[in-house]
């Protein structure tokens, strides 16, 4: 998020996005992490985080605070 001053949580989610969706789940997690850290609650922040990780029982762990 280096081109992002001072972004607001539907920029970071943008850009956490764009990450994903080219293979970068690495940036993509952690832009998803700052969102999270400000809007612990926030469902799409969630889902898109259970896309980034390969353990089963974080993906659980992700749609389980969705469904809270």
Same mark, same amino acid.
């Given at each position: 998020?280096d081109?992002? !001053? @001072?972004? @607001?949580? &539907? %920029? $970071? =989610? *943008?850009? $956490?996005? %764009?990450?994903? !969706? +080219?293979?970068?789940?690495? #940036?993509?997690? $952690? *832009? =998803? %992490?700052?969102? #999270?850290? +400000?809007e612990? /609650? @926030?469902?799409?922040? =969630? =889902?898109?985080? $259970?896309?980034?990780? /390969? &353990? %089963?029982? /974080?993906?659980? *762990?992700?749609?389980? +605070?969705?469904? /809270?």
């Amino acid at each position: 998020m280096d081109q992002y !001053d @001072n972004p @607001n949580i &539907d %920029e $970071a =989610l *943008a850009f $956490a996005i %764009e990450a994903i !969706d +080219r293979g970068d789940m690495q #940036l993509g997690y $952690a *832009a =998803l %992490e700052w969102v #999270l850290q +400000r809007e612990p /609650s @926030n469902r799409i922040a =969630l =889902l898109w985080m $259970a896309c980034t990780v /390969s &353990d %089963e029982g /974080s993906k659980r *762990a992700y749609y389980s +605070r969705i469904q /809270s």
